[in-house]
C-alpha cells in the first residue's frame, strides 16, 4: 500500500509561478515511477510529467520547458515545479505512484487567472 499526499496548489496570475508536493508513506521500495496528472473542467486526465525509479524524466509537449518534476529521496516527495504559467494550465493536478496498481493523491487545485 501506497499513501500519497499532495500540498502547493492555488491562485496564481499568468507568467508566475508554483511547486505541488507530493509525499509518499507507505510501501514506497514498490513504486515503479511517480506521475504528475492534471485534468481540466469537461475534459480528460491527461499526463504533465514523469519521473522513474531510475531519475528519468518525460514531460507532456504542452508543459516542456516550463515544468520541472524532481523528487527528493530523503523525504519520499517528489515536486512539480510550475513555470511560466498560463491560464490553460488551470485544472486539479493529481500525483500518482505505481506499482503492482496505481495510487492516486487527493488532488490540488491550481488556478491560473489571466
Known amino acids: 500500500q501506497v499513501q500519497l499526499v499532495e500540498s502547493g496548489g492555488g491562485l496564481v496570475q499568468a507568467g508566475g509561478s508554483l511547486r505541488l508536493s507530493c509525499k509518499a508513506s507507505?510501501?514506497?521500495?514498490?513504486?515503479?515511477?511517480m506521475a504528475w496528472y492534471r485534468q481540466a473542467p469537461g475534459k480528460q486526465r491527461e499526463l504533465v510529467a514523469i519521473i522513474t525509479k531510475g531519475g528519468s524524466t518525460n514531460y507532456a509537449d504542452s508543459v516542456k520547458g516550463r515544468f520541472t518534476i524532481s523528487r527528493d529521496n530523503a523525504k519520499n516527495t517528489v515536486y512539480l515545479q510550475m513555470n511560466s504559467l498560463k491560464p490553460e494550465d488551470t485544472a486539479v493536478y493529481y500525483c500518482k505512484g505505481n506499482t503492482y496498481r496505481d495510487y492516486w493523491g487527493q488532488g490540488s487545485q491550481v488556478t491560473v487567472s489571466s
Open positions: 507507505g510501501s514506497i521500495s514498490s513504486i515503479n515511477y
